[in-house]
């Protein structure tokens, strides 16, 4: 029953809705229910069936009626099951918590949901739980868990028990304090909240839901119903937005009930762990902002210790108490003191990159006392910032990219009020700053790798977004990114998403149509004789993106256009398409130039040249509708052709000309798209090939001394240095017609096959193109090779793009690949030359190791009775995996290796009652399961019992 619970479970959390569409999920609830209730499955199996009902608790139970019936029949099982399963206990309350909470129960208050919420409350009361202090994983710690994430997700829910869980708290001694404080702060921060959203709510009011005064009730069904009738995003963090929308209770000065829970809570907030004790004090700032009797004083003794902490977390929690209460709290040398950490930690050589990066985002994001003026959440420095202090933060080369680019962000916005009184911006940081990103445009001219290319254009567009201005920088840069393109022309693309990008971000600058003239400049100007295909590539690339500016005259563009295909047009390869539509796409542009008056007899030359010299069909085809569009259409009609779809000003472009150009007919639309077979025409059919016994192996005696005992596994693991050595399978597959079939796909041509992954333990796979696959023609195979990632077994998706004998394209889906474990293994990759006895010393030496079960690394015993004798087993299953002699039958080795690093070995004997001891080892515990299956499908017939 486990192995075939384990399977179920395993295919269902693979790929879950694939799993249903072959069942019924309401049946495979009630089988899952059903095996809950049953005593002879074992605690561990029922623990991985509620799996599914903890992870897609809303894909079993689509609706609440469904949603309260299987939490009904869960709480059932939770109540006969013995206390002493507490893992089975704990994942029951936890299966009914997501159950309740993704069907809604909760919400609608349903009765289940009711006696859910007694139950876990009786729960976190009951001290006879012997497992609270030794386990985290407790009944008591499980239950608090699970009302903290039914109060998260309807608040107000226990504003009735907030008296009774902060005596829980203060009673509680064990490490379950943590759990109880959290939920405590929860359930009271959420009450306060709701409190607010009542007119007529004061100080009374706060008293009683701390259970000072029991005077005064309320309706529990008007309190907890709150949420309901408002959109409870802004609960998720109720100070992010400015403090103006935080909602305020009507209290008077006298809040000291409230004050003395807030004060308990701080005082015992250094007993928590960094996460809880954020959490904590997030929630309690967001109590203090919406009850003003209660003065942010109150956190000034954590702020002491607060200010000196190395953890993220609670830095981050100052940080949000400081944008509440800024000087309520915190003084101006407070300020000074949090931000010079900032800049310390900010460059601190023991800190990861993530941190320095997060500290340079606070400095960026920093909440002053006194601010100058609202950014809105845009990046800003702070007034006590100054150059001196956030000079330790100058970006150099040496610095990782990330943290090089946070920081020239940084520097950017410091020295950017040294150049605001004067253009030409002579300031040292400045000069600094130029100075860097020219070092970085000397290391990308030098064939910097790409991760240093990106980071330079990064750069650029940030020195650009601040000081496009500075005329003086701006042009210099101009000059040296045009040098830089001449000499690597494959940064084309980074530097039209560069000019873009400044071009939208600043459309009154003229400096990106400044570099594009200095790039047609040098473009045009330069020898075609020296140019190469790929350089030539880019440079079209490059004129296509400058036709695009209506303000750049396009003569030389067009005047470089007809050098290429009149002077050197035959030694640029005349039929390369990839040539000639690049050209195209440049005279695309021109036809849609504002000047295009100006050029229409050098762009119709060069498009009747393409029309009619060109090798390419499909070029000379797009070149003469050009050619007929540029010489009969004017260029309002022009624009429309080339816009149809698009819309100018809000409405839609004319296109009643365009039904007078092609006139598409059946056939062509026939013939230009792919067709859909209903059925598979064909399939791949596993080509089995025995693997013959090597030269090597046959001669030991010859070359025994390759492999001494001693260095024998050193030499073997040599291999693997290369990454690529013995990483991959190949599996033949035969392609075969499907009998029966419609005879119109007798002949296919041009067969392009596509294998798709069903899960991720192999890498992706090659398409494969096959010629042709006649019927009445030896059928092809096919190699698939799979490099494994983890070696276990899988199916494949196959489908096929193909075309028939009159021209059509059809698409084909074949019959799923299952590629089986024994597909997977293969023999013992061994060095050239190693013989019989090399191979025994590193099986031996290999299954020292393995037996040791460090790691990974297992053993194991499987035992079989058999009906044949071994030697046929192994003759007809193992031998191509054998490490010793077939004549020494008291004892056979076998060694099975799993790409892209795993092994199994096996010892295989036989008793005189005809049973056969496989022991096994192996460096992957996981491969247990699918080995001792395999040696269970080789040794047993139908008359055979295992053992």
């Known amino acids: 029953m486990a192995v075939n619970w384990a399977e179920r479970v395993s295919a269902f959390s693979c790929r879950p809705s694939h799993f249903l569409s072959g069942t019924n999920a309401e049946a495979f609830l009630a089988e899952l229910l059903r095996e809950l209730r049953d005593d002879r499955a074992s605690d561990s199996v029922k623990v991985l069936m509620l799996f599914p009902l903890c992870e897609h608790p809303s894909l079993l139970c689509p609706s609440d009626s469904i949603g309260e019936e299987t939490a009904l029949e869960l709480m059932s099982v939770f109540l006969q099951c013995p206390s002493k399963s507490l893992q089975l206990r704990c994942h029951l309350l936890l299966a009914i918590t997501s159950v309740i909470v993704c069907t809604s129960c909760v919400s609608s208050h349903t009765p289940v949901s009711v006696d859910f919420i007694d139950l876990l409350l009786q729960l976190s009361q ?25 109060e998260a997700c309807c608040p107000g829910l226990l504003f009735q028990h907030i008296e009774l869980l902060g005596g829980l708290r203060q009673q509680e ?3 379950l304090h943590q759990a109880y404080a959290g939920l405590y702060v929860l359930v009271l921060r959420n009450a306060v909240y709701q409190l607010t959203q009542e007119t007529e709510a004061g100080a009374e009011h706060l008293k009683a839901l701390l259970g000072a005064n029991a005077s005064i009730t309320w309706e529990a069904d008007r309190f907890s119903c709150l949420a309901n009738k408002r959109d409870l995003s802004v609960l998720s963090c109720l100070i992010r937005g400015p403090m103006g929308f935080v909602p305020t209770l009507k209290t008077g000065p006298d809040c000291k009930e409230l004050r003395s829970v807030l004060s308990s809570l701080l005082e015992e907030s250094y007993l928590l762990t960094p996460l809880c004790q954020a959490a904590m004090l997030h929630r309690l700032t967001e109590v203090v902002a919406m009850v003003p009797g209660v003065h942010p004083a109150i956190f000034r003794a954590q702020i002491l210790r607060l200010l000196g902490t190395s953890q993220v977390c609670l830095l981050h929690t100052t940080l949000l108490m400081k944008y509440v ?14 931000l010079k950490r900032l800049v310390v930690l900010a460059q601190h050589p023991l800190l990861s990159t993530s ?23 845009d990046e800003a420095l702070p007034v006590l910032l100054t150059p001196q202090l956030a000079s330790v933060l100058l970006p150099t080369v040496l ?13 950017s916005l410091v020295y950017l009020d040294e150049v605001e009184g004067g253009e030409e911006g002579d300031g040292k940081g400045l000069a600094y700053l130029n100075e ?56 084309a693309p980074h530097l039209i998403t560069l000019i873009n990008h400044i071009q939208n971000m600043f459309p009154e600058s003229d400096w990106a149509e400044d ?14 004789d020296k140019l190469t295909l790929q350089d030539l590539h880019f440079h079209l690339k490059m004129l296509a993106r400058i036709a695009q500016e209506a303000k750049i005259p396009q003569g030389s563009t067009l005047k470089f256009l007809a050098d290429i295909i009149t002077s050197t047009f035959s030694t640029l390869c005349t039929s390369d398409w990839c040539l000639g539509n690049s050209i195209l796409e440049v005279c695309h542009r021109l036809l849609l130039h504002p000047s295009l008056e100006t050029m229409l007899v050098p762009l119709a030359d060069v498009l009747q040249h393409l029309a009619c010299c060109y090798g390419d069909t499909d070029i000379q085809d797009h070149a003469c509708l050009y050619y007929a569009l540029l010489t009969t259409l004017s260029r309002e009609k022009l624009g429309g052709v080339f816009t149809r779809g698009k819309t100018e000003e809000g409405q839609q472009v004319k296109t009643r000309t365009l039904s007078t150009l092609v006139a598409e007919s059946e056939g062509l639309t026939k013939m230009l798209t792919v067709q859909q077979s209903h059925e598979a025409v ?92 006649f019927r009445d023609r030896p059928s092809p195979v096919v190699k698939l090779r799979m490099k494994p990632r983890r070696p276990c077994p899988t199916t494949l998706q196959v489908t096929a793009l193909f075309t028939t004998q009159d021209g059509l394209s059809w698409h084909t889906v074949l019959p799923d690949i299952h590629v089986d474990f024994q597909y997977i293994f293969i023999p013992l990759p061994s060095p050239q030359g190693w013989g019989r006895d090399s191979k025994c010393h590193l099986f031996e030496q290999l299954w020292n190791e393995f037996c040791l079960e460090s790691g990974d690394s297992a053993s194991s015993l499987f035992c079989c009775q058999v009906k044949v004798s071994l030697v046929n087993i192994v003759n007809k299953h193992l031998s191509s995996y054998l490490i010793s002699d077939m004549s020494q039958e008291e004892e056979y080795k076998v060694l099975f290796f799993f790409p892209p690093q795993f092994h199994v070995l096996l010892r295989i004997r036989s008793d005189e009652e005809n049973r056969v001891h496989f022991k096994i080892a192996t460096d992957n515990w996981q491969l247990l399961h699918n080995i001792s299956s395999f040696l269970q499908s080789i040794t047993s017939a139908k008359e055979d019992t295992t053992e």
């Open 325 to 338: 209460f800024t000087d309520s709290l915190f003084s101006a040398e407070d300020e000074a003191f949090m």
């Open 355 to 377: 941190e320095k990066l997060f500290y340079m985002d606070c400095m960026l994001h920093f909440p002053e006392n006194r601010p100058i003026s609202c950014n809105d959440g």
């Open 173 to 175: 001694t064990t490490l």
């Open 515 to 528: 570099l594009l003239k200095a790039l047609q400049r040098a473009i045009t100007q330069s020898l075609l």
């Open 399 to 411: 610095n990782e990219s990330f943290t090089m680019l946070a920081r020239f962000n940084m520097m």
């Open 436 to 491: 860097h990103l020219n070092s970085l445009l000397s290391i990308v001219r030098s064939c910097a790798s790409r991760d240093v290319v990106v980071a330079f254009f990064r750069a650029a567009f940030l020195y650009l977004m601040y000081f496009c201005h500075i005329r003086g920088y701006s042009c210099s840069l101009i000059e040296k990114l045009c040098e830089l393109y001449l000499h690597h022309t494959k940064l």
């Open 126 to 150: 009951n001290n006879s739980d012997v497992f609270c202090e030794s386990s985290p994983q407790s009944i008591r710690s499980i239950a608090c868990d699970s009302l903290r994430e039914l």
């Open 682 to 773: 064909f399939s791949l059919n596993k080509v089995r090939t025995e693997i013959q016994e090597t030269k090597a192996d046959a001669e030991s005696h010859v070359h025994s001394t390759l492999g001494e005992a001693n260095a024998t596994l050193e030499v073997y693991r040599a291999q693997f240095k290369d990454p690529d050595f013995a990483s991959e399978i190949i599996l033949n597959y035969q392609m075969d017609h499907i009998n029966g079939h419609n005879p119109y796909f007798e002949q296919l041509f041009s067969i392009h096959l596509h294998c798709s992954l069903t899960d991720d333990n192999f890498e992706k796979i090659d398409d494969i193109i096959i010629p042709y696959l």
